[in-house]
């Protein structure tokens, strides 16, 4: 039976980075829509969930993408409440590629750091990855300083992981200019920069002399780069005092997992992945 992938999009053009991976990942049909919201999905789902029998339902998956990754999370609920008993589809979420990005980007880190009480801080804490970095790390006991330019945002995303992860170690910390910013990331393990596009947040200066540093991931690709001194190529690179993973470097990672967990919504009809699933998926792909 043919595996089928529905890309439900909340973008009025379906997303062709998205299309790509699914035919990367061996799709046998690829169903694309655009426009998709909790308004109109219900029958889509539907077309989805009656039409093989449940001995063939697994070979139907649904992946949930586009650019804003709160209305992802919202089609993300109807779709899955829109599932009854044993009738349903497995379905992915990762609208902007935010939860293979950040899975990448703590995996790669992970490479090199026992998460366990160490000190993190995540800049542009407040956007979809950096979101989800901190959800990630906090899971795994990190103690985490999230940044944003506002004190207001950083405590509310702080509140919202809290939400989920009550025992998470999280404070809400404002952006600073780069020479107070590195003053203040002294005794800082590991450090990301999940910052829109184009935003810089350190000199290579003034990230050369945070001593504590053991790991610094940047995420952004677009010059100029989140970390001065980092570039979007390095993987695991030693310099600035550090190891550093730069945009590019953690994007190989990140289009393995993408790949690998389209490959493994065939493998059941219940499956459900999120943040922590699809790092789950690069835990296993990394062991492999
Ligand atoms: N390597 C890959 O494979 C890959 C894949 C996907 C995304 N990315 C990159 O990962 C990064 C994070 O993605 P995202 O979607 O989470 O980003 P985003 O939502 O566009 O931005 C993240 C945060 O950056 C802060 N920010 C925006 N403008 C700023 C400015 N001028 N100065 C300081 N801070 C600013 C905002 O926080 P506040 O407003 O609260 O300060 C915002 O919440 C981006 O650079 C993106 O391009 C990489």
């Given at each position: 039976m043919?595996n089928?992938?529905?890309?439900?999009?909340?973008?009025?053009?379906?997303?062709?980075?998205?299309?790509?991976?699914?035919?990367?990942?061996?799709?046998?049909?690829?169903?694309?829509?655009?426009?998709?919201?909790?308004?109109?999905?219900?029958?889509?789902?539907?077309?989805?969930?009656?039409?093989?029998?449940?001995?063939h339902?697994r070979h139907?998956?649904?992946?949930?993408?586009?650019?804003?990754?709160?209305?992802?999370?919202?089609?993300?609920?109807?779709?899955?409440?829109?599932?009854?008993?044993?009738?349903?589809?497995?379905?992915?979420?990762?609208?902007?590629?935010?939860?293979?990005?950040?899975?990448?980007?703590?995996?790669?880190?992970?490479?090199?750091?026992?998460?366990?009480?160490?000190?993190?801080?995540?800049?542009?804490?407040?956007?979809?990855?950096?979101?989800?970095?901190?959800?990630?790390?906090?899971?795994?006991?990190?103690?985490?300083?999230?940044?944003?330019?506002?004190?207001?945002?950083?405590?509310?995303?702080?509140?919202?992981?809290?939400?989920?992860?009550?025992?998470?170690?999280?404070?809400?910390?404002?952006?600073?200019?780069?020479?107070?910013?590195?003053?203040?990331?002294?005794?800082?393990?590991?450090?990301?920069?999940?910052?829109?596009?184009?935003?810089?947040?350190?000199?290579?200066?003034?990230?050369?002399?945070?001593?504590?540093?053991?790991?610094?991931?940047?995420?952004?690709?677009?010059?100029?780069?989140?970390?001065?001194?980092?570039?979007?190529?390095?993987?695991?690179?030693?310099?600035?005092?550090?190891?550093?993973?730069?945009?590019?470097?953690?994007?190989?990672?990140?289009?393995?997992?993408?790949?690998?967990?389209?490959?493994?919504?065939?493998?059941?009809?219940?499956?459900?992945?999120?943040?922590?699933?699809?790092?789950?998926?690069?835990?296993?792909?990394?062991?492999?």
């Open positions: 043919k089928i992938l529905i890309q439900l999009d909340t973008d009025s053009l379906p997303s062709t980075f998205d299309r790509v991976v699914a035919v990367d990942a061996g799709v046998d049909e690829l169903f694309s829509y655009g426009n998709v919201s909790s308004d109109n999905v219900m029958g889509l789902v539907h077309g989805a969930m009656f039409t093989r029998g449940s001995k339902l139907t998956a649904i992946f949930i993408g586009g650019s804003h990754v709160n209305d992802g999370e919202e089609l993300l609920e109807t779709v899955t409440a829109t599932f009854f008993g044993p009738v349903s589809v497995s379905v992915m979420m990762d609208s902007n590629g935010s939860n293979t990005t950040a899975a990448a980007a703590v995996l790669s880190a992970g490479q090199h750091l026992d998460f366990t009480n160490i000190s993190a801080a995540i800049l542009g804490g407040t956007g979809p990855v950096g979101h989800r970095a901190a959800e990630l790390l906090s899971a795994r006991g990190a103690n985490i300083r999230l940044y944003s330019r506002s004190k207001v945002r950083a405590e509310s995303t702080c509140h919202q992981i809290k939400t989920n992860l009550p025992n998470a170690r999280l404070e809400a910390a404002e952006l600073k200019p780069s020479d107070e910013l590195a003053a203040e990331l002294e005794g800082t393990s590991l450090l990301i920069a999940a910052g829109a596009a184009g935003v810089g947040f350190l000199t290579e200066n003034d990230l050369s002399k945070i001593m504590s540093l053991k790991v610094a991931v940047d995420l952004n690709a677009v010059p100029p780069t989140g970390l001065g001194g980092i570039g979007v190529m390095d993987k695991a690179a030693e310099k600035l005092n550090c190891l550093c993973y730069g945009a590019i470097g953690v994007g190989g990672l990140k289009m393995k997992i993408h790949k690998a967990a389209i490959e493994k919504l065939f493998l059941s009809n219940d499956q459900v992945f999120g943040t922590q699933e699809i790092f789950g998926i690069g835990e296993e792909l990394l062991k492999a």
